[in-house]
């Protein structure tokens, strides 16, 4: 009998314990890749046993591309780190925190939120190292530096969050093939794109998709337009002060870039259904209509992810294609690029920990993911031909070239406004065409904040 | 540790544990503080099994004013707090609720949810129950209408999204106008008429709960009492309303009561369907808005809603004794 218990015991610890090591998904070695800074690495570091604990937003299946870089920091270092995942991730983590069992990195999808942690005291400061690192090895750096840059409980001003894995959202996604069949050219300024979409309109067409439809989260991507109008209208300081509220939400600047969004959503005939369907179509249905035929609509703004939802089977420069969203003509504000990005922050410090963030600076632990897929990445001391897929390295120019580059503000406003007020406003504004009143009740929730 | 291990060991524990505490507290109880013997034996064991009772709900109580008592009492006190969670503003949170535009929306919203999503369902529920009665097929029929309780209301609303679809291809409203020659809505952004829109879901869950406890208490009914109407000469709607519905009055209330307190809790529909947009939003949904961002503030709503259901509560409670003497 108590053989039996001691042999059931075991099978289940076998079962239990027995996730093998994962295995490398690019041989060392390979051509392309930046095999130095691995070796590098990997002869300066040695964890063995000790365990990372890391947390953040990605579910299958960029948490498996994540594992997957993960891994090498493993073999390297003989360290584990064990990645878990969450839809729920900026409410997990607060409660973690508050529990006092918070894992060792996290990874922020929002500098608002990773800012309240690091102004309670839950994240530990990467160093003036690592900032200078940023500033040297990242393109526009010191706006990362800045964007990992919080007040500390006791107010002063640290580097807490390093950017790894961005996204690019000034894009607007259109079906090469359409665009042949009607002899459309991508446009080079925002007037040429208001031209080519009232064009469209002329042509029995309709220019846009747009969905704003996402849940409980319904209205985001409103928030991406209106943040891009910002920087095509108005200088990058105005933006700046926007974020922090020193330019109040209903500043006519503000209104004037809301209300250039409505322009797109709002005049007849140029969003697909009409303003009314916009606000409750889910953003990832709203693609599909560039691949009906004939096309229920030829251009679609969003960023860099959408593709992940669009037809299965979909090609890349065949049946979609993307182009910047381009910059106003009028007024002289260079090519500004609206973004998203991941930042990594240590929740609890402990050298294996230091030692992943060290990783991170390596060029392999960019490109190991670069050549999976929905990767892009400001550091520049990678070698772009690792890319697994075209229409990414295309991308990651935009990138690299940007003369301007802004953090999606909503991510960036506190949560009631960025992730709340901000959301209903616009759905607000497109069903009802008053930008005015939108503004006013996002500014006045923003005043009674406490 | 293994997951699974850690399971096992905290099982094993858990269970261990208990016996323990009973085995333990009886044997100290009854050998060391009351002992059964001696001179005053018989007073001790009288006062050991006056103390039993209380050594025995202990843990209950415990565990109770643990997961219960303490976290109200927190939450108050959370409640009074500003949004860093720091500075103590007093009641600030509820005046500035007063003040809200959207706090008052959610309060009437809710008032109408109360107002008529129980009715609905419960008077559904009586109806199906008194219909399928007699009926051949009536098991088949109860069980079609119950079935909806077995799906998560975050899965009724995926569902009823599409018979809302402002798509006519797809939504059976835009379908019908569609039909007589009237241009497609969506059914979600009509202002005032959406709340209604949204309740229905509810009411299509919950009058299968309401039809599966007022059949039985209609099968309660003495057959006696129905076949002296029927020789006075009542007909069948006399029957119905003046035999057996003042016969089953208090569970007909148990019923109505319990979906309240539910509708006073639920959110998850208003989440899924329109984020609180439109106008739609209720109490929990609009409590969930300021959840992990504003603790002070999303507690004071938990506070409202919870004065709110109270009375409620206690009223289903004591009618649920009533109906069990």
Redesign the interface.
């Known amino acids: 009998m108590k053989t039996k218990f001691y042999a059931g015991?075991a099978t289940?610890?076998l079962?239990?314990?027995g996730a093998s090591a994962q295995d490398l998904i690019v041989e060392p070695g390979t051509d392309g890749f930046n095999w130095d800074s691995f070796e590098e690495f990997s002869a300066a570091h040695d964890f063995s046993g000790e365990t990372i604990t890391v947390t953040g937003p990605w579910l299958q299946p960029d948490a498996g591309m994540l594992r997957n870089v993960l891994a090498y920091f493993e073999d390297a270092t003989g360290a584990t780190v064990n990645y878990s995942g969450s839809d729920s991730f900026?409410?997990d983590i607060?409660i973690a925190v508050q529990a006092n069992s918070a894992p060792n990195i996290a990874v922020f999808p929002q500098p608002g939120l990773a800012s309240d942690m690091a102004?309670i005291g839950a994240l530990a400061p990467l160093g003036q190292e690592t900032a200078d690192w940023m500033i040297e090895n990242y393109a526009a750096g010191q706006s990362w530096v800045d964007l990992g840059t919080f007040a500390n409980p006791d107010g002063e001003q640290e580097m807490f969050g390093f950017f790894y894995k961005v996204d690019v959202k000034s894009l607007v996604w259109y079906s090469p093939e359409q665009f042949d069949e009607m002899g459309y050219e991508i446009p080079e300024t925002l007037e040429d794109l208001k031209a080519l979409s009232a064009q469209m309109v002329e042509d029995g067409g309709t220019p846009w998709c747009i969905g704003l439809g996402s849940?409980?989260?319904?209205?985001w991507p409103a928030t991406d337009w209106v943040e891009d109008m910002m920087l095509r209208l108005h200088e990058p300081e105005v933006y700046d002060g926007w974020i922090t509220n020193d330019v109040p939400f209903n500043d006519p600047r503000v209104v004037e870039a809301i209300e250039a969004y409505g322009e797109f959503v709002r005049t007849d005939g140029w969003a697909q259904?009409g303003a009314?369907?916009s606000?409750?179509t889910d953003f990832r249905d709203s693609p599909a209509g560039l691949f009906q035929i004939p096309p229920a609509c030829y251009m679609h703004k969003q960023a860099s992810f959408i593709p992940s939802f669009f037809p299965e089977g979909s090609e890349f420069g065949f049946d979609y294609d993307f182009f910047y969203f381009p910059a106003s003509s009028e007024r002289d504000l260079g090519e500004p690029v609206l973004g998203a990005g991941t930042q990594f922050a240590i929740t609890n410090d402990s050298p294996a920990t230091r030692g992943l963030i060290e990783f991170l600076k390596a060029p392999i632990a960019h490109e190991i993911w670069m050549a999976q897929s929905g990767f892009l990445t400001p550091h520049t001391g990678v070698n772009l031909d690792t890319f697994g897929d075209d229409s990414l390295r295309a991308m990651n120019e935009i990138l690299l070239n940007a003369t301007t580059f802004r953090f999606d503000a909503s991510d960036v406003m506190?949560?009631?406004i960025g992730?709340?007020a901000f959301?209903?406003g616009m759905?607000?504004y497109t069903?009802q065409g008053d930008a005015q009143a939108a503004a006013d009740a996002i500014q006045s929730r923003w005043d009674?904040?406490? | 540790m293994s997951p699974i291990l850690q399971g096992i060991l905290t099982i094993i524990i858990g269970v261990g544990g208990c016996v323990g505490y009973f085995y333990a507290s009886n044997l100290i109880l009854d050998k060391f503080i009351f002992p059964a013997r001696g001179q005053h034996a018989g007073r001790n064991i009288n006062r050991a099994n006056k103390v039993r009772p209380w050594l025995f709900l202990f843990p209950a109580i415990f565990a109770l004013s643990l997961y219960l008592v303490y976290p109200v009492i927190g939450s108050f006190y959370r409640s009074l707090f500003d949004r860093s969670g720091m500075n103590f503003i007093g009641l600030g949170n509820y005046f500035d609720l007063m003040n809200e535009g959207t706090f008052r929306t959610a309060v009437f919203n809710n008032m109408l949810w109360v107002l008529f999503v129980p009715a609905m369902a419960t008077f559904l529920g009586l109806l199906v129950a008194q219909l399928t009665d007699r009926l051949s097929w009536g098991n088949i029929a109860k069980s079609l209408i119950f079935m909806p309780m077995a799906i998560s209301f975050v899965g009724a609303s995926l569902i009823w999204k599409f018979v809302y679809s402002a798509n006519p291809d797809i939504g059976i409203i835009n379908s019908l106008r569609d039909f007589i020659g009237l241009v497609p809505v969506d059914p979600i952004q009509v202002s005032f008429w959406n709340n209604f829109f949204l309740m229905f879901i509810l009411v299509w869950i919950q009058t299968g709960f309401a039809m599966v406890i007022l059949s039985a208490a209609l099968r309660g009914i003495p057959e006696e009492t129905i076949e002296a109407a029927i020789i006075d000469g009542a007909n069948p709607f006399q029957v119905f309303f003046s035999i057996k519905v003042p016969q089953i009055m208090g569970t007909i209330i148990v019923v109505w009561t319990t979906i309240t307190i539910l509708v006073l809790k639920v959110f998850d529909i208003v989440y899924t369907m329109t984020g609180g947009n439109f106008g739609t939003h209720i109490l929990p949904s609009y409590m969930m808005t300021y959840m992990f961002r504003d603790d002070g503030r999303a507690t004071a709503v938990a506070f409202v809603i919870m004065i709110l259901v109270l009375p409620v509560m206690v009223w289903n409670i004591r009618q649920a004794r009533k109906e069990m003497r």
């Open positions: 015991v289940l610890a079962l239990a314990g900026e409410q607060v102004a849940g409980a989260a319904t209205g259904g009314e369907a606000a409750t506190p949560g009631e992730a709340g959301w209903t759905v607000d069903t009674a904040m406490r």
